[in-house]
DNA sequence: TGTAGTGAACGAACCAGTTCGTACATAACT
DNA sequence: AGTTATGTACGAACTGGTTCGTTCACTACA
C-alpha cells in the first residue's frame, strides 16, 4: 500500500523571529499546567487544554516533560516549593515565645489562605495517595525544615517557663497544620451547609483568632485544663 | 396502519426464575460506585469499570441513574447519610459539659477516621467548588442538625458556668471538624513528608487526645490566655 | 385455565466524541 | 553540519452514552 504523505505548510511565519528560550518556555507551561492541575485534578485536567493555554503547542509538553505524570509531579513540586519559600519571609526571631507563636500561627493561616492552589494540590495528591510525592525527593527535602519555626518556639518557651513541657513540635505543626488548611479545603462545602461565608474577612479573622487562641492555650503552662 | 408486533418468545427458560429487585440493584449499583469515586474522584472513575464490578451491566447504571453525574450525586448523598445516621449514635445525654464535649469530640475523631471514604468524597466534592453538593437539597437538610449536639452542649457549659460565653456553636464545630478531619485526609502526605506513621494506633491515641484537650482548653472558662 | 398483552428489567453491541501521545517536518542556533 | 527547539497533523485507545432487542412477572380476559 502506499504511504500517503500529508501537505506540510512550507511556511507559517517568517515576520517573527522565534526566540529560543528554552527555561522560559519551561516555566510558561508549567504555570499553565500548575493552574489546570489544581482546578481540575490529575484525570481532570487536560492536556490539549493546557497547550492551549500556553504560548505553545502541545508537543513541546511532551517535549519537556515527558507525559501527563511528569508534567504533573513538575507542578506538584512547584507548589510546595513556592509555598515553603514564601514561608522563609516569616520572620520571629527575637520575638518572645507567646507572640512568636502568635505570629506563626497567623503567618500560616494567612499563608495557607493566600495559596489556595498549593491546598488544592495537597488534597489531589492526598486523593492520590501520594502516590506521586512519593516519588519525588525534591519534595521531601524541601519539607524537613518546614517544623523548624515551630520546634524552635517551642523549645523556647519551655525554657522560659510560659510553654509546659512534654509536647511534641511535630504534633504542635500538626495542629497548626489543621486549622489553617482545613480553612481553606474545606471551606466551600462547610459555607454551603451552614448556610455562611467562611471566607468573608470578618468571619476569616475569628476562625484565624481562634487558631491562635487554641494553640496559646494548649501550650500555655499555667494550671492544668478542666478535668474530665 | 398496521401494527407492527414484537416477536415473543413463547417460553424459554424455566430453570433460573429471574427475580426483580430494583431497590436491590439500586443498592449494588450505587455501593460499588461510592467505593470507585471515593477513590478515583468523578473524573477518574470509570463507568465500565464500576458497572463490572456490579452484577448487571452498564446499561443498568444509566436506566437508573442517568448519568454519571448523576450517580456521582448519588454516591455523594448515599455518603454524607450514612456519616450523618452514624453521628445519631452519639449519646451525651445527662453528662456534664466536659465530659460530653470530651466524648463529642473523641467521637467525631474516631468516627472521621472510621469513614474515610466520606472524607474522600467531601475532599473530591471541595475540588470541585461544591458543584453538586450545591444540587442536592437531601444533603443540605442531613447536614442542619449537625451542630445540634455541641450547640447544646456548649449552652449547657455557659449555663453551669464551667465554659466561657461570647463562642459561637458553628465555629466550635468547625474546629471540631478541621482537626478530626485534617487527620484523615492529609494523614498520607503528612506521614510521608515528616516521616512518621501518623495512622499508628499509638499515634492516633496521641493526636485523639490533643484535640480534645485543645477543644477544653479554648472553651475553659477559668482564666485568660497569656497575652500577646 | 390457558393465553395474549404489557411494561419493567436487563444485556450486547455499537457509536461518536475525546484524549494522550507520536511521526514527521522544519526552523533556529552553534 | 549537527544539535536543539518547535509546530502540525494524526492515530489508537478509551469512554460516556445510546440503540435495539430480549427476558420476565403479572394481569385481563376468553
Redesign the interface.
Known sequence: MALIKKERKPKPDASTTRIQDPEGTRRNILEIASKEFAL?????ARIDEIAARTRFSKRMIYYYFGDKEGLYLRALENAYRQVREGEAQLDIEGLPP??AL?RLVEFTFDHHHRHEEFI?M??????H??QY??QSDA??EL??T??DHISRIYSRGVEEG?FRPGL?A??LH??V???C???V??????S???G?D?GAPAQLE??KR?S???L???V?K??A????
Open positions: 481540575n485534578g490529575l484525570s481532570g507567646v507572640a502568635t488544592r495537597v488534597m489531589i495528591e492526598n486523593i495517595h501520594g510525592l512519593e519534595i521531601r519539607n524537613v518546614a517544623i510560659v511534641d511535630i504534633e500538626w495542629q497544620s489543621a486549622l488548611f482545613f480553612n479545603s474545606n471551606r466551600t462545602t462547610f454551603m451547609i451552614f455562611r467562611f475569628r476562625l481562634n491562635v487562641e487554641m496559646l492555650r494548649f500555655a499555667d494550671e485544663p478542666a478535668e474530665r
